[in-house]
């Protein structure tokens, strides 16, 4: 005799009504699920032909719920995982063709949701799932149908499937680099209105582009360059310095890739970035991009990094500052100091700020320290000579008269205080300064 489905269903029944024990329902379930087993085994290759059959009903019904459970009764009975990964591929090609604007739904979100109830759903469902995934967005992407690229990605970021690290299963995308799969996905978040999405799915892939292990080709790069300019300048838009940074740094050219990128073409954006975290007075972040620009020889803007040194110094930030002072004194930011130093003479430009003024101070106590520390050299003048420099010649004595003060407010905020006396008007019209012995002696001990 051989019994179907139904048979056993009525049987089940009966032995409830019967108040059977739970071990002989269980066992009569049990011989239930070896015979379909079988059953499926016995006639494997006549159901992967039917089943390829049924899937072109499905698709003429728009039924995706049908095309779920037909997966998941074909996955407990398949014996060749080539053939199931065949089978597979024809749902991701029915899933995708002829899906037409005006059909309302999202066809691989009916069926991604009927596998992921199936009890028995696996990683390996997960793996496929993903690729079906990828084949859904590389067509919704190849359409410009956002909303609808936009929902396959939900769904798969709902199910925790994290496709960014697989392939798709059919056309292009089954040979697809890592880094064209991210930038399909991100600019679809992008264009459908979800920065946050795009920024998750680039994190999701830890930013990768171009490595030995995903190789990607200069187009692929390209596109991922032009995607997280796009990223950023909106990001910036908002005031999130922080994600900026973070989607700066991994621009072409700074991860361990094979892409050879000349990184001084990101000057402008960097810059834009470190001006607008100085004006908002964020200082630790606008201290971390400059640091990081200076390491990345990216060209920095002057003009911005005397604001930041200067803004550091006021907040009370001098390891930072004089970090920044000295970057910037090998940059070529500053006149450079040689001719001043060792011989008792420092030569202030009148445009300095009072903080620069004074790490100017430092770095010239600094570099006298043994001639100063030395004993009966109290009668040695250490002189300040505040010059006004070809570029403000046209500017008034009252430029330069606030350059005055700004000097005076230089010793003041010292700590230890620093005592400059006036002592004479150069040829060129120059203040000149000395600097008292005992104000530097401590200065330098503390």
């Known amino acids: 005799m051989v019994f179907d489905a139904e048979h056993f269903n009525y049987i089940v029944k009966l032995l409830y009504q019967l108040q059977a024990s739970q071990q002989e329902i269980t066992a009569v379930l049990e011989m239930k699920s070896r015979l379909r087993m079988r059953q499926f085994k016995k ?21 995706w719920t049908k095309l779920g459970n037909l997966y998941i009764n074909i996955k407990m009975g398949c014996e060749n995982f080539a053939d199931f990964q065949r089978f597979c591929a024809c749902i991701a090609e029915t899933l995708t063709k002829d899906c037409k604007e005006e059909r309302p739904g999202v066809p691989f979100c009916e069926f ?16 496929l799932l993903g690729r079906i995934g990828i084949s859904a967005m590389y067509y919704y992407h190849k359409l410009l149908q956002w909303s609808k690229g936009r929902k396959v990605l939900d769904k798969l970021y709902e199910l925790k499937i994290h496709f960014t690290s697989l392939k798709g299963l059919m056309g292009p995308e089954k040979l697809a680099p890592r880094c064209q799969i991210v930038n399909i996905a991100a600019e679809i978040f992008l264009k459908s209105g979800s920065l946050d999405g795009a920024i998750w799915v680039l994190r999701e892939s830890e930013w990768i582009i171009n490595t030995p292990l995903w190789p990607c080709d200069r187009l692929d790069v390209l596109n991922r360059h032009n995607l997280l300019c796009t990223i950023a300048h909106e990001i910036l838009a908002k005031s999130l310095y922080r994600q900026t940074f973070e989607v700066l740094q991994n621009l072409p050219g700074f991860q361990n890739s094979q892409e050879t990128v000349e990184v001084s073409q990101y000057s402008l954006l960097f810059n834009k970035l470190l001006d607008a975290c100085i004006e908002s007075n964020s200082l630790g972040m606008s201290s971390s991009v400059a640091e990081f620009m200076i390491s990345k020889n990216i060209p920095i803007d002057f003009s911005f990094l005397r604001r930041l040194i200067t803004s550091l110094g006021r907040s009370c930030l001098w390891l930072k500052a004089r970090a920044h002072y000295k970057s910037a004194l090998s940059l070529g930011c500053y006149p450079p100091l040689e001719g001043n130093l060792y011989r008792k003479l420092l030569l202030i430009p009148s445009y300095l700020s009072e903080i620069e003024m004074l790490l100017a101070i430092e770095i010239f106590l600094v570099s006298n320290a043994s001639s100063i520390q030395s004993p009966g050299t109290s009668t040695q003048i250490l002189q300040i000579v505040l010059k006004r420099c070809e570029e403000n010649k046209s500017r ?23 005592f400059i006396k006036h002592m004479t008007v150069n040829v060129n019209k120059e203040q000149v300064y000395s600097l008292e012995h005992c104000s530097a002696l401590k200065w330098l001990k503390e």
């Open 112 to 127: 991604a949701e009927t596998v992921s109830k199936d009890p028995q759903n696996s990683e390996v469902d997960k793996t």
């Open 396 to 418: 008034s004595k009252d430029d330069y008269q606030a350059a005055v003060e700004r000097l005076i407010m230089a010793a003041r905020i010292s700590d230890p205080k620093l």
């Open 43 to 63: 006639n494997w290759k006549c159901d992967l032909d039917s089943a390829l059959n049924e899937i072109e009903h499905c698709k003429e019904k728009g039924d």
